[in-house]
């Protein structure tokens, strides 16, 4: 059982940066990928990055060169870094850990087992 929590969103103008953070405990060891995730308005749940664990980061189109992933396996840690943000940007962050699935399509959300709470990033003009 892994249990995610997210911390870090927040409002932010158009080309600012936030960081989002992703505090995990449980059973970490297991997951071969670990994934943020964005659902805006009206629209399904999408992959923006992952990170797996030969620290491969695959990133969204939309996010590459904007944002990115990290990771402190010591305090078992996931971040998200977002600069130059704009108001697509918005939306629901999530945080994800898989079982151990050794499926390295990272951005892929079905084959995540545990999900975190959300956290809203909301980007003004």
């Known amino acids: 059982q892994v249990h995610l929590v997210e911390s870090g969103g927040g409002s932010v103008q158009a080309g600012g940066s936030l960081t989002l953070s992703c505090a995990a405990s449980?059973?970490?060891?297991?997951?071969?990928?670990m994934g943020w995730f964005r659902q805006a308005p009206g629209r399904e749940r999408e992959g923006v990055a992952g990170?797996?664990?030969?620290?491969?980061?695959p990133y969204a189109e939309r996010a590459k060169g904007r944002f990115t992933i990290s990771q402190d396996t010591a305090n078992n840690t996931l971040y998200l870094r977002m600069n130059s943000l704009n108001p697509e940007d918005t939306g629901l962050y999530y945080c994800?850990?898989?079982?151990?699935?050794?499926?390295?399509?990272?951005?892929?959300?079905?084959?995540?087992?545990?999900w975190g709470q959300g956290i809203q990033v909301t980007v003004s003009t």
């Open positions: 994800a850990a898989d079982k151990g699935i050794y499926d390295y399509r990272c951005l892929r959300g079905a084959r995540y087992s545990y």
């Open positions: 449980g059973d970490t060891y297991r997951s071969v990928c």
């Open positions: 990170i797996d664990h030969n620290g491969a980061t």
